[in-house]
């Protein structure tokens, strides 16, 4: 079975930092192209980053951009997400994903998600 299992997530204070992990199992995460999305309640899901399988190349949303960043562990088959200076309006749940290169910002064009885990920013 294709797998991703998200993890990391929890309550921070504005400012502060957390790093999600997702996990794959099933197949070989270094062939995949790996996207980060989120959603808050109410709201749509949208792309907030990704990280290709073919150069390494990766995108960051304009709202997480110098704050964000992706990252892949091969030999763990894991790709993390590292969050810095968060804000209120980062608080979501976020999932990871997978599917064929290249990388995405649309939820449709992956085919493979994760459960998802809670990220909570608030004073």
């Known amino acids: 079975q294709l797998r991703l299992v998200e993890s990391g997530g929890g309550l921070v204070q504005p400012g502060g930092s957390l790093r999600l992990s997702c996990a794959a199992s099933g197949f070989t995460l270094d062939y995949f192209a790996i996207g980060w999305f989120r959603q808050a309640p109410g709201k749509e899901r949208e792309g907030v980053s990704c990280v290709s399988s073919r150069d390494g190349s990766t995108y960051l949303a304009d709202s997480v951009k110098g704050r964000f960043t992706i990252a892949r562990d091969n030999a763990k088959n894991t790709v993390y997400l590292q969050m810095n200076s968060l804000k209120p309006e980062d608080t979501a749940v976020y999932f990871c994903?997978?599917?064929?290169?290249?990388?995405?910002?649309?939820?449709?064009?992956?085919?493979?998600w994760g459960q998802g885990t809670q990220v909570i920013v608030s004073s």
């Open positions: 994903a997978a599917d064929t290169d290249p990388c995405s910002d649309s939820a449709a064009d992956f085919a493979s």
